[in-house]
Nanobody, 124 residues
Framework: QVQVVESGGGLVQAGGSLRLSCAASGRAFSTYAVAWFRQAPGKGREFVAGIDWSGGITYYANSVKGRFTISRDNAKNMVYLQMNSLKPEDTAVYYC?????????????????WGQGTQVTVSS
């Protein structure tokens, strides 16, 4: 059993930065792939970034590649999403998800555990 809680969202100006944190409970977390998804009102849930169990393999949506960095610290049961050069189109609720899946999976239904989401708003 894994429980996930996101934090770090907020309101920033375009070009600014935020770091989202995903805190997880459960011993199995360190063996799970983790991904960040985002969802804007009226839109589907979009894959943003993924990371394998070890943190050695990462995946990014083309829209965020070069701007966002996903990382994890299994000793602390934490996953992070560093977001730089933010754009208004990055505005969404961001969710952390974990599951016994291969890293890089982009279908939300493939992940078993989800956080409550944290709002990121980027003003122009």
């Amino acid at each position: 059993q894994v429980q996930v809680v996101e934090s770090g969202g907020g309101l920033v100006q375009a070009g600014g930065s935020l770091r989202l944190s995903c805190a997880a409970s459960g011993r199995a977390f360190s063996t799970y792939a983790v991904a960040w998804f985002r969802q804007a009102p009226g839109k589907g849930r979009e894959f943003v970034a993924g990371i394998d169990w070890s943190g050695g393999i990462t995946y990014y949506a083309n829209s965020v590649k070069g701007r966002f960095t996903i990382s994890r610290d299994n000793a602390k049961n934490m996953v992070y999403l560093q977001m730089n050069s933010l754009k208004p189109e990055d505005t969404a609720v961001y969710y952390c998800a974990a599951g016994k899946v291969f890293s890089g999976r982009r279908n939300p239904s493939e992940y078993d555990y989800w956080g409550q989401g944290t709002q990121v708003t980027v003003s122009s």
